[in-house]
């Protein structure tokens, strides 16, 4: 059983062109997290999708970022017009059901560099 | 929603020595999640504790979850260099919809 696959591993963006990230859930799972990361630090929550639907994205900034995750195919976080700040570590985490029942599984991340 | 707390934020021990991470929350914990971040990995799960005063092992680690599930301890007997990583408790109800939050790691480093 394959896990949480993500691409690509590494992505450099100049500022202001778009960066499109993907992420495969584990076979059978429906909710799909996006966390990201700064260097040494926490993991911080971005946005949480259920097939179709998005169910908070309260951890999202309003502008230039948005998530999908379509019927058929893999979850997107995309991010318009990057800027040196959206340099992170970004990862996808799927789970078969609630948090408080299931626990995550994260892909290996997708690491952005803008320059 | 809240937030979990944890410290310390970084440890540094002597191979051999034990080592304890500690998570707290102002209010009571519906039940507590760990992960461990390896240096340039993911998060990956580690446990889950649910009842109140709740113990459990895995190997030479021994995970506690506090008698008014406020707080939760993860401790580690006797490090080892591959115990090195980030440990991470997280809250499954952090979040409006219940999406897991995570406290702020502590970073564990083991010198050989």
């Known amino acids: 059983n394959a896990g949480v696959m993500q691409n690509p591993r590494h992505l450099v963006r100049r500022r202001g062109q778009e960066a499109r990230l993907r992420c495969s859930p584990m076979k059978g799972h429906s909710h799909v997290y996006w966390y990201r990361q700064l260097p040494e630090e926490g993991l911080k929550f971005m946005v949480y999708l259920q097939k179709e639907n998005i169910i908070d994205e309260s951890g999202m900034p309003k502008e230039r970022f948005s998530a999908e995750f379509p019927k058929e195919g893999p979850s997107i976080l995309r991010i318009q017009q990057v800027v040196r700040g959206d340099s992170a570590a970004y990862f996808c985490?799927?789970?078969?059901?609630?948090?408080?029942?299931?626990?995550?599984?994260f892909g290996n991340g997708t690491r952005l560099t803008v320059t | 929603g809240q937030q979990v707390m944890q410290i310390p934020q970084y440890q540094h021990v002597q191979e051999g020595e034990d080592f304890t991470t500690y998570c707290n929350s102002s209010?009571?914990?519906?039940?507590i999640q760990w992960y461990k971040q390896r240096p340039g990995g993911h998060p990956v799960f580690l446990i889950q504790l649910v009842k109140s005063g709740e113990v459990k092992k895995q190997k030479r680690l021994t995970f506690q979850f506090g008698e008014a599930k406020k707080n939760s301890s993860l401790h580690i007997t006797a490090t080892q260099t591959t115990d090195v990583g980030t440990y991470f408790c997280?809250?499954?109800?952090?979040?409006?919809?219940?999406?897991?939050?995570f406290g702020k790691g502590t970073k564990l480093s083991v010198k050989p």
């Open positions: 997280a809250d499954p109800y952090g979040g409006s919809q219940g999406n897991l939050i």
């Open positions: 209010t009571t914990l519906s039940n």
């Open positions: 985490a799927s789970s078969l059901g609630r948090t408080y029942n299931s626990p995550l599984h």
